[in-house]
């Protein structure tokens, strides 16, 4: 989870953290959530082997309320 300079989270999944963050701060996508919304800062991260339960886990974070993901 990334938290936003404009107070959003962005929660996705990738298979190499360090490289996300790296072109999330790059801006180099920029049709990406957060080109516009950066710096971003990591807050919150899982590991998995298996990218089905990593899948399911982003969903099931996407829909927590604010307060939950800012807790």
């Known amino acids: 989870m990334l938290h936003c300079s ?3 989270f962005y929660i ?3 298979s190499n953290i360090e490289h996300l963050l790296v072109y999330q701060e790059m801006g180099y ?3 990406c959530y957060t080109f ?4 971003v800062k ?4 899982l590991n998995f ?3 089905i339960q990593a899948i399911l886990s ?3 974070i996407k829909v927590w309320t ?3 993901k800012i807790a």
């Open 6 to 8: 404009d107070d959003s």
């Open 12 to 14: 996705g999944i990738s």
């Open 29 to 31: 996508f920029r049709s």
């Open 36 to 39: 516009k919304r950066r710096p």
């Open 42 to 45: 990591l807050v919150y991260s």
């Open 49 to 51: 082997t298996d990218v």
């Open 58 to 60: 982003e969903k099931r």
């Open 66 to 68: 604010r307060a939950k």
